[in-house]
């Protein structure tokens, strides 16, 4: 993470996509787009499209990993082979276990786990289209698959990346960004319960440089929850416009 | 004591609520003195109480409960039922024969894999599956009618406040209906026509159940529906 050989902002502050320092991607989100899934949602964040899925509560198989005392969740992160522009082989790699198992600790102190013990809750985030910032994207929309499948909750997740990039604090990392630019800060935040479940840093920051990536990335969140919130209303809204019409 | 919402505004799941000397009911939690929503749903004030009207759930089984279900497997001494719920219910042979004995009773002659019950949850609490028992007049073996599957959440809003939705829909259809708790509604008439007439009505419900004056609605889709076939 050296000297970058491509400028990535320019002298007026706009980054290589149009964005300023401080702006997200476009974001577009679904709730409840599959009908075989308990809940479902997807989200299509710049380049990204990622689809999430939830099963459960239900019984667990196999049946000795069921836990006496609450519910287990399993959540599998994974890239399509088309996600990326080189063929990913379809196996789970390291990276992707290791995000699965971030997913699912961003979630679980959010979910009331502990008032279905012996069950299960699987959680299928599928990447379609991979530019950086996944792990933040998957988080978003498990939430949201979650509490479309109707899943007693403390509180959305919401989750955002900030970084430092030539030399600057920028919000929202995409694919080029994350791998020429210095640091990396993924974010997920539940915004009501105003707590962190999940803090990764890669690269290097000074303290204040990472005080003020934290910041900006939970501000990120906060705005991130508006469009979440709406998301998932708007599901029902579409039914309550055609009760009134008739 | 400030509330955040109005009465059947839509809230998401951790929407601060109320703050303040309220008591939390279905689908909100507390923490300090503040009330939290916990699903996505219709946040409802009543007194002191507030609670939310999921939009989309899951059954947990009640004691007392009545519940269609299906048998998934005949075992030695019982049947497995799938209620819809998280957990798979238990149907003892001893509540069905009054002797029962292993080697003599082949239970798959009482209820088959696939056979469809009318039951009542007898015992359940966290630590174990739940008992059934259809020890009770009208319970046992489903043989006729079909079965709507519709979101638990939405099962009140099918019987009504004090029955009248589901009056209403048993006397324009001439159907038979029994609400199960766990989402499985038995539509039982002498026509198909009146059946699939009151299945559409039973899915209008569901898809409309946060509106008001609902059941005027669909008894006015029947009679409708009902001109329209003559």
């Known amino acids: 993470m050296n000297q970058s050989t491509i400028k990535l902002i320019d002298e007026n502050g706009i980054r290589k996509d149009g964005r300023k320092l401080d702006e997200l991607r476009p974001i577009k989100i679904t709730v409840g787009v599959l009908s075989n899934a308990d809940g479902s949602a997807y989200i299509e964040q710049g380049k990204n499209k990622i689809l999430a899925a939830v099963y459960g509560p239900r019984e667990v198989h196999p049946r000795h990993l069921a836990l006496p005392d609450r519910a287990l969740l399993r959540c599998r992160y994974h890239m399509a082979p088309f996600s990326v522009e080189e063929r990913k082989p379809p196996a789970p790699s390291r990276r992707e276990l290791e995000l699965s198992k971030v997913i ?5 102190p959010t979910i009331f786990l502990e008032q279905y013990p012996r069950t299960s809750i699987d959680l299928f985030v599928e990447v379609l289209q991979a530019d950086g910032g996944t792990r933040c994207a998957g988080a978003i929309v498990a939430s949201l698959a979650l509490a479309d499948a109707g899943i007693p909750m403390r509180d959305l997740v919401v989750a955002c990346a900030s970084g430092k ?5 920028v919000l929202d990392l995409n694919d ?45 969140c906060r705005r991130i929850h508006a469009l979440q919130r709406e998301a998932l209303k708007s599901k029902y809204v579409a039914v309550k416009e055609e009760a009134e019409v008739e | 004591m400030p509330i ?28 300090g003195n503040k009330i939290y929503a916990s699903r996505l749903g219709l946040v409802y004030y009543e007194e002191k109480r507030v609670s939310v009207v999921a939009l989309n759930a899951f059954y947990i089984p009640l004691t007392s409960d009545l519940v269609i279900g299906k048998i998934a497997e005949v075992n030695l001494h019982g049947w497995t039922v799938d209620i819809n719920a998280p957990y798979s219910a238990l149907l003892q042979a001893s509540d069905v024969l009054n002797k029962f004995k292993p080697q003599r009773d082949d239970l798959s002659r009482i209820f088959d894999v696939g056979d469809l019950i009318l039951a009542k949850i007898m015992t359940y609490d966290r630590t174990r599956d739940p008992i059934l028992t259809v020890r009770e007049p009208g319970l046992g073996k489903i043989n006729r009618g079909q079965i709507v599957k519709i ?80």
């Open chain 2, 4 to 31: 955040f919402y109005e009465n059947k505004q839509l809230v998401t799941p951790g929407d601060l609520l109320a703050e303040g000397d309220y008591s939390a009911d279905s689908n909100t939690y507390k923490e």
């Open chain 2, 151 to 230: 979101t638990p959440t939405k099962i009140p809003r099918v019987i009504g406040k004090k029955g009248s939705m589901i009056n209403m829909l048993k006397k324009e259809t001439g159907c038979k209906i029994v609400v199960g708790q766990n989402g499985l509604v038995l539509v039982d008439g002498g026509r198909p026509e009146d059946e699939g007439l009151a299945i559409v009505a039973i899915h209008k419900i569901e898809q409309e159940a946060h509106t008001s004056g609902l059941t005027d609605r669909v008894t006015e889709m029947i009679r409708k529906e009902r001109e329209a076939k003559k």
């Open chain 1, 165 to 169: 990039v030539d030399g600057q604090i």
């Open chain 1, 176 to 220: 080029i960004e994350d791998k020429e630019g210095e640091a990396d800060v993924p974010v997920a935040f539940a915004p009501n319960l105003n707590t962190i479940t999940l803090l990764q840093m890669d690269g290097l920051l000074t303290i204040e440089e990472f005080e003020k990536a934290l910041n900006l990335a939970i501000e990120g």
């Open chain 1, 104 to 108: 699912r600790e961003a979630l679980e």
